[in-house]
């Protein structure tokens, strides 16, 4: 299979093979440059914290709001079930990484391109990445400025000088500007670590706290609304909250790029020694903070549970830092694949030199759109729910499906295609569903709502 020609079409060919080698180096030199691709030396626990920082998010601490709105039976059900069927898919996912021998699958979209073909891939699934992981940045600029300014408040006992919710997204933000410049996935890994032990011990003390309080007396199962509407309304929600708990298989591969690979060791026995592990802490975090959560206060509890939770003050204050310090790792972790797209558009499309300069401006302007559209919209419950649905529930639940059947074609009626029209029809349900009841929250909550006030 090698390249050199016979001796009697040397002069032929000798032009054009510099031109192909120059290609292939300067197309070395990008893929060395760009974030997902140039490190591949990453140990299988990277792949496990970086997954528990994509996975354990900030919505942990709404779950038990969502079950409230969900019911005992409802809420119990489907919190297991996104378990079982985000882990399936995950799996998939994982496995896919690496199906063609001798090329790997490094973005979502390269995956969907190999599924769909060129254009329909990049079409069906960009947008939608896209959707979720610059959302789920917007979404944790505000978690951040609202848990400093929790923060704030109870440091402060006598009452201190108003300071508006804008601000302490603004100072939340003006860490990223400094962390955005960290080149690729290992260079995060610190603050990715630190970000997932953060999580573990926020939910940990979220749902002890709510066992030292104890059951409330006045406590209620019941449904919160009123109206049948309203129950609906917020059922759908509810949805959409567990949607985007469960919502790491954004980047995925992306991580699992990191990892090195050869033909007798591929990646994706490390990797999903790493998702094991992750989804373990996953299921330690959310089940206990869910279920413990919901039964102490019952439908008196708030869309995040520190809240509910006003003493003891200095635990309190406590959980709401090591928010702030995961949700610092998270970010950073969800913005990378973006910058990815990013730099790869402007350096392979517009033919922008690969510098530093380069990734200065672009990540600057990331982190300052990214906080911009905080400040304008931080009404945080009712974007989790129209997000999740929205985004989540195809990359998540039913869009690696698709692509397995699309890829395998496994038998009709097997277990393989059976379980994989499950996966899509429920995800389909979420999808539809869930964002009507976020959008109705997001209309109540703009209401009463002026802009930068």
Not at 23 to 40: A, F, N
Not at 278 to 300: E, Q, S
Request: with cysteine; proline share 6%; net charge positive.
């Amino acid at each position: 299979m090698g390249t050199q020609s016979p001796p009697h079409q040397k002069l032929e060919n000798d032009a054009p093979s510099p031109v192909d080698e120059d290609l292939l180096k300067k197309q070395k030199e990008i893929d060395d440059w760009l974030p997902i691709t140039s490190s591949r030396n990453a140990k299988w626990w990277y792949a496990a914290f970086h997954n528990v920082t994509a996975m354990v998010g900030a919505g942990v601490l709404s779950l038990p709001y969502a079950m409230a709105h969900l019911g005992w039976g409802p809420g119990v059900v489907i919190l297991i079930l996104s378990w079982l069927i985000t882990l399936y898919t995950l799996w998939q996912m994982v496995e896919m990484h690496e199906m063609v021998p001798g090329k790997r699958f490094d973005r979502y979209h390269e995956l969907g391109q190999h599924a769909f073909g060129e254009k329909l891939g990049l079409y069906i699934v960009v947008p939608q990445q896209l959707i979720c992981e610059v959302g789920v940045d917007i979404v944790y600029m505000v978690t951040g400025g609202k848990s400093l300014e929790k923060i704030y408040h109870l440091v402060c006992h006598q009452p201190c000088k108003h300071i508006k919710t804008t601000y302490f997204i603004m100072i939340f933000a003006s860490v990223h500007f400094v962390l955005a410049h960290l080149p690729n996935f290992n260079s995060i890994s610190g603050v990715s670590l630190a970000a997932a032990v953060m999580s573990l011990t926020y939910s940990t003390i979220a749902w002890t706290a709510s066992v030292h309080k104890g059951v409330q007396p006045d406590v209620q199962y019941g449904y919160k609304a009123t109206t049948p509407t309203g129950t609906a309304f917020n059922f759908f929600t509810a949805l959409g909250d567990v949607a985007f708990a469960y919502a790491g298989h954004n980047v995925v591969l992306e991580i699992q790029a990191t990892i090195p690979s050869t033909p007798d060791k591929p990646s994706k026995g490390p990797m999903w020694r790493g998702v094991v592990i992750a989804y373990i802490v996953v299921a330690v975090c959310y089940f206990p903070v869910a279920l413990i959560g919901y039964y102490m206060f019952g439908n008196k509890v708030d869309d995040n549970i520190l809240i509910t939770l006003d003493k003891p003050t200095w635990l309190i204050i406590a959980a709401n830092m090591f928010v702030v310090i995961h949700v610092i790792g998270s970010y950073q972790l969800y913005a990378m694949p973006v910058f990815d797209m990013i730099e790869t558009v402007m350096v392979k499309k517009w033919h922008f030199k690969p510098t530093q300069t380069l990734r200065f401006f672009v990540r600057n302007f990331y982190v300052a759109a990214t906080m911009f559209v905080a400040i304008t919209f931080p009404f945080f419950g009712g974007l989790l729910g129209f997000f999740g649905g929205f985004a989540f529930a195809p990359t998540t639940y039913f869009l690696p499906c698709i692509m397995w059947l699309a890829i395998y074609k496994p038998k009709k009626f097997g277990l393989s295609w059976c379980t994989n029209w499950i996966c899509i029809i429920l995800g389909l349900l979420l999808m539809i569903l869930s964002p009507i009841g976020g959008l109705r929250n997001i209309i109540l909550s703009a209401k009463d709502y002026h802009f930068y006030n």
